[in-house]
Every structure is written in C-alpha cells, then in structure tokens.
C-alpha cells in the first residue's frame, strides 16, 4: 500500500522565481492538504483540495495556489518566492466521501524549499 | 497561526524512563491527535481522540483529553532511544471537520541510551 509521495525532496530557489511541488495522496484517498513548516515550529496548512476544488484555505497570500487532478495528486505553485517562503513543504492525504469524514491525514516526506 | 501550545518545549530523558507532554488548544474541537516527526522529515501519525473519549491507549502510548480545560497530555511509557523526535498535537475544530488541522509548537524528546 502506497503512502504519500512528495517531489522533489529538496530545491533551491532564488527570490522572485517561481516553484511547483507535487504530491501524490496514499492509495484510496481523494483529498490533499498543504502544510508549510517553518525551522522550529509546528506545520501551518496552506490549503486543501477535494474534488479538484480548493475547500478550505488558511491565512496564505495569492502567491500560493494549488491544483488537484482527476487522479487526485496535486501540485503547490509558489510565486515571486521571498526567502521567508524557505521552509518544509508537506503534504497529506485523507479520505472524504459523501457522509464519511476522513479525520486521519497522512503526511509525506516533504519538501525542503531553500530560497536564496 | 498556532492554536496549540505545547509543554514542555523540549524534553530529555533516561531510556526506560516515561515522558510526558501537555497540549493546550483555543476552540471547540471534533478531535485531537498526536504526530510525530524524526530529523524534520514527514509526520507520523500516532493516535487520534475524540472529543467525546477521554483517555486512548495504544501501546506504549497513552492519550488524554480534558475538553472542559481545552488540554491533552501523551504518555510514552518505557521510553527506548527511537523514541527521540519532535511530538506535536493537531486539532480539527468543529468548524472545519476534516479539513485544516492546527499544530501546537511541538515538544522535542530526546531518549537517552
């Protein structure tokens, strides 16, 4: 059984470029969520999608945007990076049907974005 | 940001020994779990309470909640050095069943052989 996969493991990005990272959700999940974490603190969620939508969103510029496919991966873009976007990107994955909740969310390995 | 606040911040202990560590959260909340994560590197889930449960075991592991004082605390028991790593609680509020969780700030245990 497949767990969740992120890509790549770590980047180095100078300010002002642009990033997508990709993530791939545990076998049987439809929903994907974006956590950011910075050195020495607790993840901050970015966002989640489900059903190729954006449901929920936390306090994050425009700068971040997201896309979910019909296989239900999904891809963080990051523009106009600034160095205090350098950080651990994560993904997770979780399951939510029509009536069913999924609570559990699995978590990648991450990302480590390094921006110069 | 955070909603959590965890305590202590960092915690060292002998192998065999038990840690302890507290999480504090601000809202009405659908659940509360406890992650682990090694060397910043993905998190590890390692048991989800409802707010309805007061205390879940799972092996070595022994979780309380405490709705009314908005407070959670995980017991590791007979600690081992691969028990070393950062410990954080994430709550899904109410408002947002299954969506976002919010982490407190993590307690670092470090186990010594």
């Known amino acids: 059984d497949a767990g969740v996969t992120q890509s790549p493991t770590h980047l180095i990005k100078t300010r002002g470029q642009q990033v997508t990272l990709r993530c791939s959700p545990k076998?049987?999940?439809?929903?994907v969520s974006w956590y950011q974490q910075a050195l020495g603190q607790g993840p901050q969620f970015i966002f989640q999608?489900?059903?190729?939508?954006?449901?929920q969103r936390g306090n994050f510029p425009d700068r971040f945007s997201g896309h979910q496919f019909p296989n239900y991966s999904s891809e963080l873009n990051v523009n106009a990076l600034l160095l205090g976007d350098s950080a651990l990107y994560l993904c997770?994955?979780?399951?939510?049907?029509?009536?069913?909740?999924?609570?559990?969310?699995?978590f990648g390995p991450g990302t480590r974005l390094l921006v110069l | 940001s955070q909603q959590g606040e965890e305590d202590p911040q960092a915690l060292s202990i002998q192998e065999g020994e038990n840690a302890t560590m507290n999480c504090s959260y601000k809202?009405?909340?659908?659940?509360l779990q406890w992650y682990r994560q090694n060397s910043g590197r993905g998190l590890v889930h390692l048991i989800l309470?409802?707010?309805?449960?007061r205390e879940k075991h799972s092996g070595r592991l022994r979780v309380t909640l405490d709705t009314s004082k908005k407070s959670s605390s995980l017991l590791i028991t007979a600690s081992r050095a691969a028990d070393t790593a950062s410990y954080f609680c994430?709550?899904?509020?109410?408002?947002?069943?299954?969506?976002?969780?919010?982490f407190g700030q993590g307690t670092e245990l470090s186990v010594k052989p």
């Open positions: 997770a994955s979780s399951l939510r049907r029509a009536g069913i909740l999924g609570e559990t969310q699995y």
């Open positions: 076998s049987g999940h439809d929903t």
């Open positions: 999608y489900y059903e190729e939508e954006e449901r």
């Open positions: 809202t009405s909340i659908n659940n």
């Open positions: 309470i409802r707010s309805n449960e």
């Open positions: 994430a709550t899904d509020d109410i408002y947002n069943q299954g969506g976002k969780l919010i």
